[in-house]
């Protein structure tokens, strides 16, 4: 079987295919797999509400039932089987904007377009410290905010 397979491009090894063909039927794992799945099924038949319970919870009923099974196991078993608990959170909802919607008024005035008149400009005047050659020295420097131009030096502290 195995050199078929790897003739089709899959390579497995002799081991994986005879292990399960000697052992005679399922493993430990799948058995106790099985258990689990047969013993949340029945208990979220059993009443509507334990539909809603997500893992941690489900874990807990099971153990308060007196099956002692570990929190991973009913996490990778409920993930496999596609069960959820119910979720409080609502999904996000994004916005689409309608193109054919008017757009509301711009009550600030505002200019969209890039001018080079330093009429318009803010001044900024930032202060830097850093270190230097005698020390630690501080940089202030005068800088127009459209242009990013520094106009500064670096002073002794």
Known sequence: MCAVLSEFGVAIAPSTYYAP???GGPSRADWSDAQVIDAIYRLRQSNPLYRVLGARKTWIVLRTNGLNVSRCVVERVMREMGWRGACKRRRVRTTVADPAATRAPD????????????TDCGWLISRIAGPGPAGLMRRSSPMSMPARSSAGRWLPR
Request: aromatic residues 6%; positive net charge.
């Open 21 to 23: 063909r000697a052992r």
């Open 107 to 118: 009550h600030v005035r505002r200019r969209f377009v890039a001018e080079a008149r330093l």
